[in-house]
T-cell receptor
């Protein structure tokens, strides 16, 4: 299928390893931060979110860390699987789910 | 599957023409947003509709317009198409009760 991100930075990891994807956001007034996964030919799929009054939130196999001091967001994926291969975007918003501002994206490639 | 459906999936238009893209929101969702995703980039917010009225707009010219219908489905209209309008157009729906945005699979528009 057609690639979503032809010129995006790429992270290659071995199956079973942990992955860390980083994102710098722009608006210090943003209140919500969300990570999306986008597979080729599909729309973005919600992974996990975090509010600005938190610095860490855990989901199933994923953890999001927020550092407001340096306006940095990261997504950690534990025991990365081939099905995790996709383009990952961070997004910020003043109101939850509203007028999302997306970052540039990172391609995650999982090697078996 | 998110329950958000978009039509058509692919479309080819000639520069200067007009196009209408359609989106059916997920059941119970009364807010619809449209995003433009150029190849290799993150989605860019175009505008949002709530209860049939536009209630937020990104940095897009007036030739990008929209509608929302009483059943909360929505249309994106683009007049005087330009080559740079070639992109994946994404629709996202959510309820107004601070829920996450669910994206459709997008419409791939090619302007030649």
């Amino acid at each position: 299928g057609e690639s979503v991100g032809l010129h995006l930075p790429t992270l290659s990891v071995q199956e079973g390893d942990n992955s860390i994807i980083n994102c710098a956001y722009s608006n210090s007034a943003s209140d919500y931060f969300i990570w999306y996964k986008q597979e080729s030919g599909k729309g973005p799929q919600f992974i996990i979110d975090i509010r600005s009054n938190m610095d860490k939130r855990q989901g199933q196999r994923v953890t999001v860390l927020l550092n407001k001091t340096v306006k940095h967001l990261s997504l950690q994926i534990a025991a990365t699987q081939p099905g995790d291969s996709a383009v990952y975007f961070c997004a910020e918003a003043m109101e939850y789910g509203n007028k999302l501002v997306f970052g540039a994206g990172t391609i995650l490639r999982v090697k078996s | 599957e998110t329950g958000v459906t978009q039509s058509p999936t692919h479309l080819i238009k000639t520069r200067g023409q007009q196009v209408t893209l359609r989106c059916s929101s997920q059941s119970g969702h009364n807010t619809v947003s449209w995003y433009q995703q150029a190849l290799g980039q993150g989605p860019q917010f175009i505008f949002q509709y709530y209860r049939e009225e536009e209630n937020g707009r990104g940095n897009f010219p007036p030739r990008f317009s929209g509608l929302q219908f009483p059943n909360y489905s929505s249309e994106l209209n683009v007049n005087a198409l330009e080559l740079d309008d070639s992109a994946l157009y994404l629709c996202a729906s959510r309820s107004q009760m601070n829920t996450e945005a669910f994206f459709g699979q997008g419409t791939r528009l090619t302007v030649v």
